[in-house]
Antibody, heavy 124, light 111 residues
Framework: QLQLQESGSGLVKPSQTLSLTCAVS??????????WSWIRQPPGKGLEWIGY???????YYNPSLKSRVTISVDRSKNQFSLKLSSVTAADTAVYYC????????????????WGQGTLVTVSS | QSVLTQPPSVSAAPGQKVTISCSGS????????VSWYQQLPGTAPKLLIY???KRPSGIPDRFSGSKSGTSATLGITGLQTGDEADYYC????????????FGGGTKLTVL
């Protein structure tokens, strides 16, 4: 059974960079046919997709966050990471990592495995 | 403002049936598969329906999905108190600002 586990700083100061890592177990991040995403949910609000990475290192980001987002992969550790720069209070959210099934025509067809989520608070 | 429009809330009595709608456009629902996610209080979302109407292993057949044109619908029959949750639709949006999009979410209350 595939499992994803987020880790990283739970408190980040405004204007600094948020950094999170997602450790994947029970399967290889290098398996074909999947993309690996970050998704966030502000307290009491809905879900927002941040971006994805393939095991090859190819990335695609939500245009609304593109200028501040970097997603990277470490195949040797079977994990991928998120960096979000210049954070503000609006970036306070539960951050989820997830696996998605992808096809030739659709980078994300369904999101089938989710981590438990980690709360990141932006505050001085 | 979400690209996909869902009703903020729905409610029904135990044992009854409820439907949750998800309205989009030709750049998203109209040309891509829709999936549905259940988020129980305090937990991560879980895949409920994929490819418009398929259920992952372990999801009871009380849950169903359908799509017509630029709208999709989640149906739940035989409502149980344990079904109280937030439900989200999702799909790929193939517009110039391509991205994965979620609906705003629907809170289901089982009265």
């Amino acid at each position: 059974q595939l499992q994803l586990q987020e880790s990283g700083s739970g408190l980040v100061k405004p204007s600094q960079t948020l950094s999170l890592t997602c450790a994947v177990s029970g399967g290889s991040i290098s398996s074909g046919g999947y993309s690996w995403s970050w998704i966030r949910q502000p307290p009491g609000k809905g879900l927002e997709w941040i971006g994805y990475i393939y095991h090859s290192g190819s990335t695609y980001y939500n245009p609304s966050l593109k200028s501040r987002v970097t997603i990277s992969v470490d195949r040797s550790k079977n994990q991928f990471s998120l960096k979000l720069s210049s954070v503000t209070a609006a970036d306070t959210a539960v951050y989820y990592c997830a696996r998605a099934s992808s096809t030739v025509t659709t980078p994300i067809q369904k999101i089938d495995y989710w981590g438990q989520g980690t709360l990141v608070t932006v505050s001085s | 403002q979400s690209v996909l429009t869902q009703p903020p809330s729905v409610s029904a009595a135990p044992g009854q049936k409820v439907t949750i709608s998800c309205s989009g456009s030709s750049s998203n629902i109209g040309n891509n598969y829709v999936s549905w996610y259940q988020q129980l209080p305090g937990t991560a979302p879980k895949l409920l329906i994929y490819d418009n109407n398929k259920r992952p292993s372990g999801i009871p057949d009380r849950f169903s999905g359908s799509k017509s044109g630029t709208s999709a619908t989640l149906g739940i029959t035989g409502l149980q108190t344990g079904d109280e949750a937030d439900y989200y639709c999702g799909t790929w949006d193939s517009s110039l600002s391509a991205r994965w999009v979620f609906g705003g979410g629907t809170k289901l209350t089982v009265l």
